[in-house]
T-cell receptor, first 114, second 114 residues
Framework: DTAVSQTPKYLVTQMGNDKSIKCEQN?????MYWYKQDSKKFLKIMFS???????INETVPNRFSPKSPDKAHLNLHINSLELGDSAVYFC?????????????FGSGTRLTVV | QQQVKQSPQSLIVQKGGISIINCAYE??????FPWYQQFPGKGPALLIA?????SEKKEGRFTISFNKSAKQFSLHIMDSQPGDSATYFC?????????????FGKGTKLSVKP
C-alpha cells in the first residue's frame, strides 16, 4: 500500500494551460510538502502545509498554489504554465510541524510544458 | 545562497570499493542530517540520518561521519555494490525551527561498476 501517492506520473501540456497534480498520504502525518526537482536533479522546497498553515517559499511564483481539502491530501495547482515549469514535482509528508524524522516522498510527477 | 554543499557531483567506484560523499553546511541551527537515496523514476528515500550529538552512525554498509566543528558530514558506503548505483542527496533540517523544511545538497550520482 503506497504511503505517498501522486497522480499523474507524467503530464505533458502546452504553455498557458492550467494543470493540477494530486497527492495523498496514508501515513497519518501532519505536514505535507511540495518539492521541485529540476533537470540537474536539484531538490527545492516549494511549500509546506500543516494544520491549514501554509508556508510558501518566497521564490515560488504565485501561479503555483497548493490546496489541501484535508490532512491527507495536498494538491498543487499551476496556472498559465511556462516552459520553465518543466520539472519533476515531488510530494512528501512528515510526522510533525517541526519536520520530524523520516520525510516520505512520493514517486514524482514529471511535468513537461511544450 | 546554497546552505548545503555536496561533492562530488558524480562518482564511479568498482564493486567492493568504498564510496565517499561529502557535505558541508553553513547554518549552525541545523540539527538533523539525513541522507537520501534516489533511483531513476523514483522519489528520494531515507537511507540513514544523524543528529549532531554523535560523531558517527552506522547502519549495515552505510556510515555517516559527522564533524560539528568543521560543519561537515559524509556518507561512506562500504563494499559498494552495483545495486547501490543511484543518486545520493545529503540534507539538513532545523528540527526545532518553525518551518522544519529539509534543505538538500545538489546530489551525487554514484555508479558502481561490476
Amino acid at each position: 500500500d503506497t504511503a505517498v501517492s501522486q497522480t499523474p506520473k507524467y503530464l505533458v501540456t502546452q504553455m498557458g494551460n492550467d494543470k493540477s497534480i494530486k497527492c495523498e498520504q496514508n501515513l497519518g502525518h501532519d505536514t505535507m510538502y511540495w518539492y521541485k526537482q529540476d533537470s540537474k536533479k536539484f531538490l527545492k522546497i516549494m511549500f509546506s502545509y500543516n494544520n491549514k498553515e501554509l508556508i510558501i517559499n518566497e521564490t515560488v511564483p504565485n501561479r503555483f498554489s497548493p490546496k489541501s481539502p484535508d490532512k491527507a491530501h495536498l494538491n498543487l495547482h499551476i496556472n498559465s504554465l511556462e516552459l520553465g515549469d518543466s520539472a519533476v514535482y515531488f510530494c512528501a509528508s512528515s510526522p510533525g510541524a517541526g519536520g520530524g524524522y523520516g520525510y516520505t516522498f512520493g514517486s514524482g510527477t514529471r511535468l513537461t510544458v511544450v | 545562497q546554497q546552505q548545503v554543499k555536496q561533492s562530488p557531483q558524480s562518482l564511479i567506484v568498482q564493486k567492493g570499493g568504498i564510496s565517499i560523499i561529502n557535505c558541508a553546511y553553513e547554518n549552525t541551527a541545523f540539527d538533523y542530517f539525513p541522507w537520501y537515496q534516489q533511483f531513476p523514476g523514483k522519489g528520494p528515500a531515507l537511507l540513514i540520518a544523524i543528529r549532531p550529538d554523535v560523531s558517527e552512525k552506522k547502519e549495515g554498509r552505510f556510515t555517516i561521519s559527522f564533524n560539528k566543528s568543521a560543519k561537515q558530514f559524509s556518507l561512506h558506503i562500504m563494499d559498494s555494490q552495483p545495486g547501490d548505483s543511484a543518486t545520493y542527496f545529503c540534507a539538513a533540517l532545523n528540527y526545532g525551527g518553525s518551518q522544519g523544511n529539509l534543505i538538500f545538497g545538489k546530489g551525487t550520482k554514484l555508479s558502481v561498476k561490476p
